[in-house]
């Protein structure tokens, strides 16, 4: 028998499966109980925080990610935690000052984090060197995640030279990151082969079913050597999330690859989160659509979630029959704005645009900022150049950038520190004003509030009334 080589698997059923499936609406308090189960596993890492997780805590679930992120440490006594972090952007929407970025690594390890999977919307390293940085002062595992994506610029070469680079940057592994499920089977073959060939760094698979051939790239990949793939537990896999991890684990299973792991345990972990999905599809918070394969992706390029805004734009104009033309419209935008992968920001700031082109009947009568943003350079650099008649309508004679972003900010923690500095109860608080002003404020008027009628329950409980 061929010498053993067990495929090692991330579970996302803490983040990207309910990010991708319910907008990451999964509480602190229904993640927790199954914890010490998931911990026997033997998963390489549980991708549990970043992406959108923190953003959602304190917007909708009205929690403390710092809180989440250290009840996940004290659970989890045997397996790495992993978070998704956009570079420069941190969590957020815009690039921040190197010493926010910094200082975000720093607690995100000191409050548990393993791992820090590190992207840029537009794979420009630059915008990745201070997090691959501070990861490594830290002592966390810096990953940084390539976008993937297709046209004429990406090349075999192109994935080659981006992976070489990202060695010498100080990165301790790669992972392909496919947000739209636009890896088919045998290019997961040639691709994986191919940087096999030019790094030692381990190389982890990320992508998603929206398309329907996940788990068939997945299979190809592992023969071609892939170390690490990303899936997700039953009741929260495929449609826009990620393939099975109890099929990936019974495919490999008697093979070179076999993982090991136990399927008891597994479908003791499934049948915990069922009951989640189920009450999730009966309230609507899960769309059945979000559950099927929508082979648009491949047609359009456009993720899943995507798709769902584009969507719901055109409902609140009014102008759903204009869906088809959205869509063609989109790899016109993304050309003109040098062929973007399509991934938070970009696909947001390319989506947007193109409903505008449509609705307005004339392309780029109207511009968004961020379009103004990508074209003036503030995002980074694209892969290729932008359309320049679509620049000299879009921006005129504007100043174009072509350093890193990040260099015309001035550090910003101070002033960040003094703006919010009533409501400070935790270093961690100065970061999610950073990210979020508003939100965050707003959940300190919560918490604060929260605080005040605990206070009151025990103060009458102290005066012999009974608590409420």
């Known amino acids: 028998m061929a010498e053993k080589k067990p495929i090692k698997i991330t579970e996302t059923i803490l983040r990207d499966a309910h990010q991708s499936l319910i907008a990451t609406r999964m509480t602190t308090e229904q993640m927790l109980p199954i914890v010490e189960k998931m911990d026997k596993v033997g998963y390489h890492s549980v991708e549990c925080w970043g992406g959108a997780t923190f953003d959602a805590s304190l917007r909708f679930l009205k929690e403390d990610p710092w809180e989440r992120l250290r009840k996940f440490r004290d659970g989890f006594k045997n397996t790495k935690l992993q978070m998704l972090f ?7 929407y815009r690039p921040y000052a190197d010493d926010v970025v910094e200082y975000f690594v ?3 390890a000191a409050n548990g984090i393993d791992i820090i999977r590190i992207f840029d919307c537009l794979n420009d390293l630059r915008n ?33 030279d981006i992976a070489r680079r990202v060695e010498e940057m100080g990165a301790n592994s ?23 060939s030019v790094t030692s760094l381990p190389i982890q698979l990320h992508t998603h079913y929206t ?10 990949a592992v023969e071609a050597g892939v170390d690490v ?28 690859y076999d993982t090991g792991f136990d399927q008891n345990l597994l479908a003791e972990i499934a049948d915990y989160f069922r009951p989640i999905r189920d009450e999730a599809l009966e309230s609507g918070l899960l769309n059945p659509k979000n559950l099927g394969v929508n082979i648009k992706t491949l047609l359009y390029q456009v993720p899943g979630g995507m798709l769902s805004n584009l969507t719901s734009q055109l409902k609140e104009q009014g102008a759903e029959d204009k869906y088809y033309e959205v869509l063609e419209e989109v790899p016109r935008v ?11 920001p970009s696909s947001q700031i390319v989506g947007t645009q193109s409903v505008f082109n449509v609705l307005m009947g004339e392309r780029y009568k109207m511009v968004t900022k961020e379009t103004k943003d990508i074209l003036t350079g503030h995002y980074g650099a694209t892969v290729k150049p932008f359309d320049p008649e679509v620049q000299k309508k879009c921006i005129g004679d504007a100043e174009v950038i072509t350093c890193r972003p990040a260099d015309l900010l001035q550090p910003e923690l101070k002033t960040l520190e003094s703006e919010m500095e009533q409501y400070k109860e935790q270093d961690e608080d100065v970061l999610s004003y950073a990210l979020f002003p508003q939100v965050a404020t707003e959940f300190f008027k919560y918490r604060e509030a929260q605080k005040t009628k605990v206070d009151a329950k025990f103060a009458d409980t102290e005066n012999g009334a009974y608590p409420v």
């Open 229 to 256: 793939i990303d899936t997700a537990i039953s009741p929260f896999a495929l449609g826009t999330s990620q393939p099975a991890t109890e099929v990936m684990v019974e495919t490999f299973k008697g093979t070179e």
């Open 334 to 344: 993304r050309k003109d704005l040098g062929e973007p992968p399509l991934v938070t």
């Open 211 to 220: 398309s329907g051939v996940a788990s068939m790239t997945y299979l190809k």
């Open 174 to 196: 790669i992972c392909i990151k496919d947000m739209a499920g636009l890896l088919l089977p045998y290019k997961a073959t040639e691709l994986i082969s191919e940087l096999k």
């Open 106 to 108: 720093q607690k995100s």
């Open 128 to 160: 990745l060197q201070t997090a691959v940085t501070a990861a490594n002062k830290e002592g966390a595992h810096a990953q940084v995640a390539l976008s993937y994506t297709l046209g004429d610029a990406y090349t075999i070469d192109y994935w080659k």
């Open 86 to 92: 956009r570079g420069q952007n941190i969590l957020g």
